[in-house]
């Protein structure tokens, strides 16, 4: 059979590790190229794919680059698991399996003329970079844009190099904050729903993007639904255990959605329902 | 379905000419056969290898077979296994890696060219894998070897003309008459015109085998025998599920105190989940060959019964047995018709048989919907 119909989704390709960064830490970058074949990879902002270690297993991890880049097929991870850490030993060079992109997206489209919320965090900053990349490639889009970040401890920020260059430019509002602060630290100490109140952008004219833990995630609509946001002006991302990637392995179900093809990014008034029922 | 069944007879001792045709053809003939004190599903040769005689006793977590005065072929209800043994193989290579220091190739296996004739796919069962197909090759994303070996197989269904002892399929509107989806088939009778089958076809290749058989056209008296054969299982069957409002009030239902009543009696062992016709659930797992220079991706069935199935860093989503038990049903009944169009029971009633301690699905739908 030559139709793609008799190609296994579930089938790897190999791709070589181009870079590999040490964001913090516990927690690395990596950007990757196809072996064979198109060079470039498209993904939209949000979406996740699943990466295979020889021998050891295969993850869904988000992608973290450039979309309006080619080859900035970057992910960002923290080593939590077997597969993470095995990836974590990995060096340019080396090979690993990738397929996707899978799952839903970021509403950068949606956004368009209204401001952009990112609230984010820990690993959360991840998924969301790519849409902070693809909205300040088309600033003249966007109205206000703030980024509220929280990390744990100072020397848990991810993306150093990204944030310097984002908190100096005028038409970006970042604010960061860490749980403990230490060494030198003057900035905000504290959860990052505390940054929400205080934050300038117009509730009723916004988009929310929202990536981090569940518990941060609740906090935050409820932070969000204060300030007046309505619930379908809210994304966030969610995360579950995930074998396949496509729907067939039921592993991410949440409620009747499963995560890795009605999400990752869900629309919250298509979520309220399930996010607050416990163990779903 | 457009296609008119035109039946005819057949005398039960001429059975065998269905196998042999089948297997002229390269078809994988698969069908019941007694092993353990069950009837599974197994490759199978001749029609000495059918259950011929035996029947089953049912209920909430018994099984037993015994064998009677009877001479019918197909005269026990389903055992433990469902054909998604041969359309979804419980455990299939999905990939090799060869490594070659930092490198590796990925060898994908070959489509395995399988042509399975199932023979004697009874109505919740033809149900099960249309709901399997929905799943796994209607979407977006298909399995190819399963879609391959659907498309090859050839489905010979039989009429229940006894309902088991947990059957629930006609409250479901999945049987006891097989409608559709099949490509022949047999109801099997014994009166006083003998032991025979009627046979009727609904497809092209289910035509062109039963041209081969030396059958007779069917007389009004036989077809009648038939039909009433069929319509006494359906009285028969003791147990119903309720399809009112079924979706709507189980999610309703979702913090209902009764799951944890459920729990208490549950295992959490899986037992229906590895018998259900339409559970899909699978679980990859990763082996290294000695040397380390091959690896592979096996997949498996799995179950939402266990701890790890929802583990992600931190922790299991799902925690507490009731939690489990709750997204088994949930998933079932409710979650099912979201996601696919369909409840994800067909009433076969395996769940009910098979489980340790004999929880019943239907009587928990019942309660949780209040």
């Given at each position: 059979m030559l139709d793609g119909s008799s190609v296994d989704p579930m089938v790897v390709r190999p791709f070589i590790i181009r870079r590999f960064v040490k964001e913090s830490h516990d927690t690395f970058s990596f950007g990757l190229e196809p072996m064979v074949g198109d060079r470039d990879f498209r993904f939209a902002p949000g979406q996740f794919n699943m990466l295979y270690v020889y021998g050891v297993g295969e993850v869904p991890i988000s992608i973290s680059g450039?979309?309006?880049?080619?080859?900035?097929?970057v992910h960002t991870t923290r080593e939590v698991g077997t597969v993470t850490r095995a990836m974590r030993i990995l060096k340019v060079g080396d090979t690993i399996g990738v397929r996707g992109p899978y799952g839903t997206s970021w509403p950068v489209e949606e956004a368009r003329g209204r401001d952009v919320v990112l609230i984010t965090g820990g690993i959360g900053l991840a998924p969301l970079r790519p849409v902070i990349y693809y909205i300040l490639a088309h600033r003249e889009r966007y109205g206000r844009i703030v980024l509220l970040y929280g990390s744990?401890?100072?020397?848990?920020?991810?993306?150093r190099k990204d944030l310097e260059r984002w908190r100096a430019r005028f038409d970006v509002e970042t604010h960061l904050t860490v749980d403990r602060a230490s060494g030198s630290w003057r900035g905000n100490v504290g959860v990052v729903t505390q940054l929400i109140r205080r934050s300038p952008f117009d509730p009723l004219n916004c988009v929310a993007m929202v990536c981090g833990p569940e518990i941060m995630m609740r906090f935050t609509v409820s932070e969000l639904e204060k300030r007046g946001v309505p619930y379908d002006r809210m994304y966030l991302s969610m995360e579950r255990n995930m074998k396949c990637g496509i729907g067939l392995c039921g592993h991410c179900q949440l409620g009747p959605s499963f995560v890795c093809k009605d999400g990752p990014v869900y629309r919250y008034d298509q979520l309220s329902d399930i996010f607050i029922k416990r163990e779903m | 379905m457009g296609a008119t069944p035109t039946a005819a007879v057949l005398d039960a001792g001429n059975l065998q000419q269905l196998l042999d045709i089948l297997q002229k053809q390269n078809y994988q003939t698969v069908g019941p056969t007694v092993r353990d004190n069950a009837v599974v599903y197994e490759h199978i040769q001749s029609v000495e290898d059918l259950p011929r005689g035996w029947t089953d006793e049912q209920t909430n977590g018994r099984y037993r077979l015994t064998h009677g005065k009877g001479k019918k072929f197909f005269g026990y209800v389903h055992g433990p296994n469902s054909w998604k043994k041969f359309l979804y193989p419980p455990a299939r290579q999905l990939y090799a890696a060869d490594r070659m220091k930092h490198r590796f190739d990925v060898v994908a296996p070959e489509p395995s060219g399988i042509k399975p004739a199932l023979i004697g796919v009874r109505a919740c069962e033809l149900a099960a894998i249309m709901v399997q197909d929905r799943v796994l090759m209607d979407g977006e994303y298909i399995d190819p070897e399963y879609k391959a070996r659907r498309q090859n197989a050839v489905i010979v269904a039989v009429n229940c003309t006894r309902a088991g002892g947990t059957c629930f399929c006609a409250s479901m509107n999945t049987g006891p008459r097989v409608q559709e989806g099949y490509d022949i088939l047999l109801t099997e009778v014994v009166d006083s015109h003998g032991h025979y089958f009627t046979v009727e076809t609904a497809s092209e290749k289910g035509r062109a085998i039963a041209a081969q058989l030396a059958t007779s056209p069917a007389s009004e008296e036989q077809l009648a025998a038939a039909r009433q054969a069929v319509d006494k299982a359906a009285r028969q069957m003791g147990r119903t599920l309720d399809l009112t409002d079924l979706k709507d009030s189980l999610y309703r239902g979702f913090d209902s105190i009764h799951w944890e009543k459920v729990a208490g009696r549950?295992?959490?062992?899986g037992n229906c989940t590895m018998v259900c016709p339409t559970c899909f659930c699978v679980n990859v797992e990763d082996t290294t060959a000695l040397t380390g220079e091959q690896a592979f991706r096996i997949r498996r069935w799995d179950s939402c019964f266990t701890v790890d199935f929802s583990y992600i860093h931190g922790g299991s989503?799902?925690?507490?047995d009731y939690s489990r038990y709750r997204q088994w049903l949930l998933h079932k009944l409710a979650y099912w018709q979201d996601q696919f169009g369909v409840v994800g029971c067909v009433g076969c009633g395996r769940c009910i048989t098979w489980c340790p301690v004999g929880i019943d699905i239907t009587e928990e739908a019942r309660a949780v919907k209040g």
């Open positions: 450039d979309p309006t880049k080619p080859l900035s097929l744990r401890t100072p020397e848990d920020i991810l993306f | 549950c295992l959490t062992c989503i799902r925690a507490t």
